[in-house]
């Protein structure tokens, strides 16, 4: 079964502080992903990545960065956090296969709040 | 780029009636329809995924049903049961991108 760990469930922290907030799987997958998920919104892409070193950009990447230095974690970076950061961030993996698209495998997500 | 709307954002039924939940998508290049189950403070998880070139897919109780020409897609759940009672979240994955665009969900609530 896939597990995809992410380090914290909570998280506070305070306004211009850097966060690191870590993600881990253990099924060799290559692409992971992050999203944050707000009420009404659903989820939303910030960054994935499809190898080691690699990133790309999702749909709301602004005030984040990422780091893929090891093919099994995936590190998501609020270089100055801001109280619109405020959310639940969700990490997710899957296989690469080709062209063909298999299914994402989320972690429980960690809600962080910034004061 | 690719948009992906979803119907109802609540829906409330009574135990061992049947739930339909809609999402309609833009992109027409889109192939992977992915549902995903939440419930309250745990991690989504797929319950049952289409790809384009099949129409109908059932599971048990669960079915997705995906019209390419109209581009939509449904999941169907008969006999519901309390355990149902959950957040939805539909998905397709843009055909350019070949990321995963999420509906903003439906909370199912099955009444007892």
């Known amino acids: 079964d896939v597990k995809v760990t992410q380090s914290s469930r909570y998280l506070v922290k305070r306004t211009g502080e850097k966060v690191f907030l870590e993600c881990v799987q253990d099924?060799?997958?290559?692409?992971m992903f992050w999203y944050r998920q707000d009420p009404g919104l659903g989820l939303r892409l910030i960054y994935f990545?499809?190898?080691?070193?690699?990133?790309e950009k999702g749909d709301i990447p602004e005030g984040y960065s990422v780091s893929r230095e090891k093919k099994e974690r995936f590190s998501l970076i609020l270089e100055s956090a801001s109280t619109n950061q405020t959310s639940m961030y969700l990490c997710?993996?899957?296989?690469?296969?080709?062209?063909?698209?298999?299914?994402?495998?989320f972690g429980d997500g960690t809600r962080l709040s910034i004061l | 780029g690719e948009n992906v709307e979803q119907h109802p954002s609540t829906l409330s039924v009574q135990e061992g009636d049947s739930a339909v939940i809609k999402c309609t998508y833009s992109?027409?290049?889109?192939?992977?329809f992915p549902w995903y189950k939440q419930e309250l403070g745990k991690r989504p998880q797929l319950i049952i995924d289409?790809?384009?070139?099949?129409g109908e897919k059932k599971d048990q109780r669960i079915a997705v049903t995906l019209n390419k020409t109209a581009k939509h897609f449904s999941l169907h759940i008969t006999e519901t049961q309390p355990e149902d009672s959950a957040v939805y979240f539909c998905?397709?994955?843009?055909?350019?991108?070949?990321?995963?665009?999420f509906g903003t969900g439906t909370l199912l609530a099955v009444q007892p």
């Open positions: 997710a993996s899957s296989l690469r296969t080709g062209r063909v698209n298999q299914p994402q495998h």
């Open positions: 099924m060799d997958h290559e692409n």
């Open positions: 990545s499809y190898d080691v070193k690699m990133k």
């Open positions: 992109d027409s290049a889109s192939n992977y």
């Open positions: 289409i790809r384009s070139n099949v």
């Open positions: 998905a397709a994955v843009g055909g350019a991108t070949n990321k995963l665009i």
